[in-house]
């Protein structure tokens, strides 16, 4: 499964740091100290400091269960709420310890049995237990809620998704063995307080307080949340899991900057102190003229793509959309928008929702459409579009190939991206005209399918479950993310076999088999992958930018006593 490139959030509770410590002053963005030492009065070297991310978009919602852009998860999990599991990734995810301090599988891989800590609170002393994990698969299961993460409950028999057998331990049925993967990953949701929800109205469970106020069980808290504007965390005082993950730091601010030019500014002036999709050129710029901010890349994470609305006449024939790629010079775009001043590319072509980092399991065999104008003018004239009026606009039945293509404001290489391409496809006689919409409202259209074409992305997942974006719509259930209407039978059988061979390997040639179909559809115009790039200022230690999260493991990220700049 991929979640979207999107970005955004909501959070929740507040308070101070350690033993007797006062709650610290009202942050007013944070006031620089002067003279670059540690501010006065500071007794815990340990949590000092504080850091501001330049964050794209508000909050969308903060309670796992409904939650759907890639941004919130960045701010909940193992930040606000206490996880399941860890994880490193290498090839594949590797799950650790978290609440679920041990696990194995039934001989035969349908029943994954789970041990718990006792010892994780919800910060208003309840503890956490088993029952809050069955309590959040059943909100998932309820069609009430309309949860994104439906697929996850697919293949769990409704009795045991979990069987709870006290406290502590519970029991994952599932109808068939699957990828372990995917099967840990479907039994790992980040659980909600079922003393808190349990009376919740289902039906509005987007508009609870929780979605931006969560009563917290990780080692942070909401201490103050504008709408549009900042997002503070504060170390939660009343944190019970293991003492490593006590933050360093005594603040965390995601301040919402829907402005790719502002985040840039504020970054290079120092207002911010991480911000993450810089453009390349940008980079090389800060490489150039900020020696205080280092960047970092997170490995092939994130896909840039156009996605046809099949409901569209425009884009019913397949080699009308085929067409189009023969159109587009992807290369070029890599060239101009993710190339170094050096040569290093930070792009590559996509082929599939999959991504590169899935070693084994991405189709590299996939032959790329190859950018070919004259090829793609005799495709269209095949498809009965030509220029019967001589206006430089191929048309047919009267009706000219005209389009509109939307983005996310806030994105500057995909803004940038919108001009390339629609000169690319007026080369061709098809007329592309450009809008832009806030990244929630821009997202929210393409889950109803309320568009024409939209260049946006995703950020993928690490374990393979591709259905959640490619299986074909139920007689009474749209599949949300599955925006462009694609439906292949071929497909949906083989996304059953593939999910039902529970040895990767075995697995592994059904998801090329999968890749190379929807391409062959190409229901998108798959365009690229991308490193990102993260800045970050130089005076923080410890810190974990990876494929994972641009914020991992942040309750570890410091300040040594001679860089601290902000008081607390």
Avoid at 253 to 266: A, N, Q
Avoid at 362 to 383: G, R, S, T, V
Wanted: glycine residues 6%.
């Amino acid at each position: 499964m991929i979640r979207s490139c999107l970005a955004v959030l909501p959070l929740a509770i507040l308070l101070s740091c350690t033993g007797g410590e006062p709650a610290p002053p009202p942050v007013r963005d944070g006031d620089p100290v002067t003279d670059g030492t540690p501010p006065d009065g500071t007794t815990d070297a340990k949590r000092q400091d504080m850091i501001v991310i330049a964050w794209q978009s508000d909050i969308g919602s903060l309670n796992p269960v409904v939650s759907e852009a890639a941004s919130d998860t960045a701010i909940f999990d193992n930040k606000l709420l206490f996880s399941l599991s860890e994880s490193d990734f290498d090839c594949s995810l590797k799950k650790k310890p978290n609440l679920v301090t041990t696990w194995e599988w039934s001989e035969d891989g349908t029943i994954l049995k789970m041990e718990l800590r006792d010892d994780v609170k919800w910060a208003d002393g309840k503890p956490m237990t088993a029952q809050d994990v069955a309590f959040t698969y059943e909100l998932v299961a309820d069609p009430i809620v309309a949860s994104p993460r439906l697929n996850h409950i697919e293949k769990m028999k409704p009795e045991g998704r979990p069987k709870v057998i006290d406290d502590t331990h519970i029991e994952w049925h599932f109808t068939e063995a699957y990828d372990r993967d995917t099967q840990f990953a479907h039994a790992s949701l980040v659980p909600v307080p079922k003393h808190v929800l349990a009376d919740a109205d289902r039906a509005s469970l987007r508009g609870h307080e929780f979605d931006n106020n969560p009563l917290v069980s990780g080692p942070w808290k909401i201490g103050k949340y504008e709408p549009g504007a900042t997002i503070v965390l504060e170390p939660n005082e009343n944190f019970s899991g293991p003492a490593d993950m006590q933050p360093k730091l005594n603040r965390v601010i995601f301040k919402v900057i829907p402005e790719y030019s502002t985040r840039l500014l504020e970054l290079q002036n120092g207002t911010v102190d991480l911000m993450e999709g810089i453009n390349v050129a940008d980079a090389d710029m800060l490489a150039e003229n900020n020696p205080n901010i280092r960047l970092e890349r997170r490995g092939w994470r994130f896909m840039d793509y156009i996605s046809w609305n099949l409901s569209n006449p425009l884009f019913a024939d397949k080699q009308v959309r085929k067409a189009l790629a023969h159109s587009i010079d992807i290369q070029s775009l890599i060239g101009k928008l993710l190339t170094s001043k050096s040569g290093e590319s930070y792009g590559k072509q996509a082929v599939s929702t999959l991504t590169p980092e899935l070693c084994g399991v991405h189709n590299q065999e996939i032959k790329p459409l190859a950018f070919d104008p004259n090829k793609a003018k005799e495709m269209f004239a095949a498809a009965g579009w030509t220029d019967t009026d001589g206006d430089g606009v191929i048309d047919k039945d009267g009706k000219p190939f005209e389009f509109t293509l939307k983005t996310n404001t806030g994105n500057k290489r995909r803004e940038e991206a919108q001009i390339i391409i629609q000169s690319q496809l007026k080369n061709v006689g098809v007329k592309v005209n450009l809008a832009k919409d806030e990244s929630n409202v821009f997202f929210a259209s393409l889950r109803k399918r309320d568009y024409e074409a939209a260049l946006g992305g995703w950020s993928a997942a690490l374990f393979v479950d591709p259905s959640t974006m490619w299986r074909s719509d139920a007689p009474d259930n749209q599949n949300e993310f599955n925006f462009p209407g694609y439906s292949n039978p071929e497909v949906d059988a083989l996304l059953d076999k593939g999910l039902a061979t529970p040895i990767p390997s075995e697995a592994a040639p059904i998801w090329r088999e999968v890749q190379a179909k929807i391409y062959e559809d190409q229901p998108y115009m798959f365009l690229y992958w991308r490193d990102d790039i993260v800045g970050i200022d130089n005076r923080f230690e410890n810190t974990q930018i990876d494929i994972l999260a641009v914020t991992h493991h942040l309750e570890k990220w410091s300040v040594p006593d001679d860089k601290v700049k902000y008081k607390k």
